[in-house]
Every structure is written in C-alpha cells, then in structure tokens.
Antibody, heavy 118, light 108 residues
Framework: VHLVDSGGALVQPGGSLTLSCAASGFTFRSYDMHWVRQTRGEGLEWVSTIGTAGDPYYSDSVKGRFTISRDNGENSLYLQMNSLRAGDTAVYFCARGPLRGLNYFDYWGLGTLVTVSS | EIVVTQSPATLSVSPGERVTLSCRAS??????IAWYQQRPGQAPRLLIS???TRATAVPARFSGSGSGTDFTLTISSLQTEDFAVYYC??????????FGQGTKLDIK
C-alpha cells in the first residue's frame, strides 16, 4: 500500500487549492478514503471522508468550503479547498480506512503542507 | 461531540522500561479506539484498533486494553525507536473520529 499526497502550497486567505493523493498497492475502489490534517497547536483533526460509492462527509470546520472526490479509474483522491483561512494551515494527510463505516486509518501518505498567509 | 483526553502530555522514560499511556473518552465509545505512533517528520502509523487488536507488523511489546471510556496503551520494554508521540482516536461516532492531544515519550 502506497499513498502519495501532493499539491500543498502557500496560498493567500480566501484563496483556493486542490490536493491530490495517488494510491497504489490495493484495490482503491473498495476502500473509504480520508483526509486528516495536523496543525501545530491543535494536533490531528479528521477533515473529510469519501465512501466507496462516492458519498462525501465533512467536519464542521470545512463543510461548505472543501470538496472531496475520487477517481477510481486513476486510483486518486482529491480535496478541493476554497475560501481558505489561516486556521486551515496544516499538513494534510490522505489516509485509507480499512473497514467500511469505521473511521480509523491503517495507511497514511507522507503529508503535504498547506500554508494560508498573506 | 466526543472529546478524547490523553495523559500525561509528556513522559520521560528509559529504554527497557515498561510504560502505560492513558486515553479517556468523554462518553462511552465501546471498543472503538485506535492508537497511532508518530515519529518526527513522519506520518502517523496505526498500532492498535478496536482497543486491543494490533495492526499488521506491530511488535508484540505493544498492547492495548480498555472499553467504554478508559483505555491504555502499554509498551512492555521500550526500545529506542519507540520514543515518539502516541495518539489515541475514537471512531465511535461516524464519520467524526476525534483524536487526543498526544503523549510524547522522551528519553530520560
């Protein structure tokens, strides 16, 4: 199992960014996939989940601003982030959920840094 | 919202010692607790799920226990590679899986 997350950058408040995660080594379409972020002050925070049927779920802190999606043909996971705020500054990890409907994570990407600052 | 609290925040221990880390949930989560290890500059690594089930390739010196609101992670004999930050996570209320603030193991 290998997850490679990318797309992190420095972006101004109010800006947009799309993160990507390339998956390999497992049957991607059969697993829930997730984004988890880590800030210096707040630690680890679940951000978003997409189920095998494409059903999306979001934390209250990003609902309405972030959109999760997946491309099972390309074995890829995405996170479109709009209206970014300073509080969104974090390392973002894509992660695999080993069992449907259970939100814990057995494999993680190395993370990609998003910095929201003017 | 289920809040997860870990204690202590930092623990100074010597290699070879036995150590127990604590995790408490603000309401019952059954056995829906996972433990992760994070070394500096690395992603978290799953150690334990369902409170006591070791993940693939996790050494037997790591064990988890507990149910309801109180959980522990025990490392029977600390190795140098075990000095890291340990997080617990409840995954009882789908899809919100809250993490604790972590316990850092320092070399004494």
């Amino acid at each position: 199992v290998h997850l490679v997350d990318s797309g992190g950058a420095l972006v101004q408040p109010g800006g947009s960014l799309t993160l990507s995660c390339a998956a390999s080594g497992f049957t991607f379409r059969s697993y829930d996939m997730h984004w988890v972020r880590q800030t210096r002050g707040e630690g680890l925070e679940w951000v978003s989940t997409i189920g095998t049927a494409g059903d999306p779920y979001y934390s209250d802190s990003v609902k309405g601003r972030f959109t999760i999606s997946r491309d099972n043909g390309e074995n890829s996971l995405y996170l479109q982030m709009n209206s970014l705020r300073a509080g969104d500054t974090a390392v973002y990890f894509c992660a695999r959920g080993p069992l449907r409907g259970l939100n814990y994570f057995d494999y993680w990407g190395l993370g990609t840094l998003v910095t929201v600052s003017s | 919202e289920i809040v997860v609290t870990q204690s202590p925040a930092t623990l100074s221990v010597s290699p070879g010692e036995r150590v127990t880390l604590s995790c408490r949930a603000s309401q019952s989560v059954g056995d829906k607790i996972a433990w992760y290890q994070q070394r500096p500059g690395q992603a978290p690594r799953l150690l334990i799920s369902a409170a006591s089930t070791r993940a693939t390739a996790v050494p037997a010196r790591f064990s988890g226990s507990g149910s309801g609101t109180d959980f522990t992670l025990t490392i029977s004999s600390l190795q140098t590679e075990d000095f890291a930050v340990y997080y617990c996570q409840q995954y009882y209320n789908w899809p919100h899986g809250a993490f604790g603030q972590g316990t850092k193991l320092d070399i004494k």
